[in-house]
């Protein structure tokens, strides 16, 4: 293999592929493939269950391929002395990065090594709308857990109910989040049935979305492998073979009690009172009563703190209850309005957070049991 | 203790303080000592070798003393929903911390139980110029030792010799870094004698010099206790009490062969070779002939990199030696000007990097033994 690449370009496909490199595990893991071939070069990696690709155009002198340990090889790249960079393998076992008065050599391994027949890629891919699955997809990946366990799987659960309402849900045995939208919204013409994308898997989408250009972003599954790329890169995704718990029947139709609270008032107070929690002690009380939500965190040792807000509530139920701060302060973070509305049914059964603009988001938290 | 103050000199007085408080160890080194006294609020924390005092405006309506968690009462402060604070202490163990809307508490100790006896606030201060000692001290910070050991003194010895030159040196078995300067330059009008400066007690005058006004920095000494100030802060720093190496029998005044060297260039060459070392792998080889410096580091496993820099060395003494590469990058670091010279006397005795602009400055380091 023999190509010149630009700089820049070589930077921003390496950086593409770093989030799936495995610093542990077996050396290939670590390693990206580069493949030269018809003024193109490809770059991949793979951590078994997440896959990314990513072409750039190159002056291919002689087409080949090799691999490179991603991270140094990106490192590289990024502090490279001059604007083109020659690449050259042979069989050597090694990978030779040239400029002019500088010569660097990265150890390769066997391409042929790398675990690249497990990814399609001629998958029926479908666009949709990027924007939507991107408010989608980050409205609710906050409450993914970081890794899963009996009670919670550490993915997002999407499927389209037979109304054509595509529900994203994320959950573990303390809170919920979901978004819905229809499917004609969405801009998906399949159905993908009822599929648990794993938590990194949620970030890599999020990844091509924000890097797509105008072409816009493509979604595609084959068998338990979902696939979403752009103009630039594709990232295929093994999807977890799980069953999701049965969160509708925690999501009463109806709350009877609401009030509304503005975003930006609540997380500074919300972000006063985290000086008053630590890694044990992590609620904070919400008590509302007609226009005034009064908030409090701390015990004795720590400290102690308590604010009032002005809010927009009429009821007469007054509301008491204690929530875990972070839990919170990640559901309001979500919501695309200045204000949210804070809705209960009773004292006993938690709360929900939704979104007057946007009335597709419901987050809902269990109380914390302080006494 | 009751007083009025304004948020901003609150925040910046309590960030003051920081650097000293102590996470660990006695509950009394992780307060900050609070006193309303004529018009001013003296804030003060100490772990024992160190202690800064900062005075505050405020409206003190009743005056007192107090003490609370320094970390939470910083980061209240900041957060902190009004422009001016109330604090108020009375005997029940706590600081209130109020505005119109909220009330904050925090646990307080017993003021008496403050270790601020040891430090003496009646010093005989000098002026010296600030800018001057922020270079000696900067120049020669980087090579003071993380912790002390038989061998080195995480310290900074700083004497004035017969000829009226201050000299600042820090070194381990490595490494050294000077920086020499005329007393009448430096503008101190006494002589400290020998001292050596614990490390953070040189990141802490460094505070005080970036810190300080129109007015200046001020040094004093008393007893074992060195003493910085400006006219908002002053800082006391117990000295170190060892014996510092003979380093003047290790730097020979003449090093017949000398080499310039472009410092950006041969920094971005560093940055580079960087990613060829590791944990254990730590040097890079320096072989300057004629006109031109080769660099090269790695090995099989890591890879290799090699380049040439073009210099100034007309000499006709080949050098090739190793060196550990980040205490080059330090000492090149620390060089003034666009170029530094890099100097010798043989191969084994290792090298010097003097800065052509500023003659005060002399790092020396080892050869590594590589094979």
């Known amino acids: 293999m023999k190509v010149q690449i630009e700089k820049d370009l070589l ?23 580069v493949e030269a071939e018809n003024g193109k070069v490809k770059f991949f990696a793979t951590d078994f269950d997440l896959a990314i690709w990513v072409y750039t155009d190159a002056v291919v002198v002689e087409e080949g391929k090799t691999t490179a340990p991603a ?16 690449l050259k393998s042979d069989d050597l076992g090694r990978l030779d990065i040239l400029a002019e008065k500088a010569s660097f050599q990265l150890p390769s391994l066997e391409p042929s090594d790398f675990p690249v027949d497990q990814f399609e890629e001629e998958v029926e891919y479908q666009p949709c709308n990027a924007q939507l699955l991107e408010k989608a997809l980050s409205k609710t990946a906050y409450a993914i857990p970081v890794s899963g366990s009996s009670f919670s799987i550490a993915g ?19 809170r919920l989040a979901r978004f819905q939208i229809a499917r004609d919204e969405l801009g998906l013409n399949f159905d993908p049935g009822e599929i648990i994308i794993p938590r990194k898997g949620v970030q890599e989408i999020l990844r091509i979305i924000g890097d797509a250009g105008v072409d816009g972003v493509f979604l595609g599954v084959h068998e338990n492998v979902l696939y979403a790329k752009n103009d630039r890169m594709t990232v295929s995704i093994r999807l977890l073979d799980a069953s999701f718990p049965a969160f509708d029947s925690i999501i009463p139709p109806e709350r009877p009690n609401k009030a509304e609270i503005s975003v930006d008032l609540f997380q500074q107070v919300l972000r006063r009172m ?13 008590a509302i009563s007609p226009g005034i939500l009064e908030i409090s965190a701390g015990n004795a040792e720590i400290g102690m703190a308590q604010e009032e807000l ?3 509530y009429t009821g007469q139920e007054v509301f008491k209850s204690s929530f875990n701060l972070k839990y919170l302060s990640d559901a309001v973070g979500a ?24 009335p597709g988001y419901t987050a809902f938290f269990m109380p914390m049991v302080t006494e």
């Open 156 to 174: 997002l659960y999407v499927y389209c109910d037979s109304q054509g309402v595509y529900k994203f849900v994320s959950c573990d045995a303390f």
């Open 11 to 33: 930077v921003k496909a390496l950086n593409s592929v770093q989030s799936v490199v495995e610093k542990k595990g077996p050396p290939i893991l670590s390693h990206v493939l």
């Open 71 to 86: 991270r140094s090889f990106f490192e590289i790249a990024k502090e490279f002395p001059s604007q083109t960079l020659e």
């Open 310 to 312: 002005s809010i927009n």
């Open 335 to 358: 919501v695309s309005g200045a204000t949210f509305c804070f809705e209960w049914s009773s004292e006993m059964e938690g709360g929900f957070i939704t979104d007057p603009e946007d």
């Open 274 to 286: 985290a000086i008053f929690t630590n890694q044990v002690w992590k609620h904070v009380n919400l």
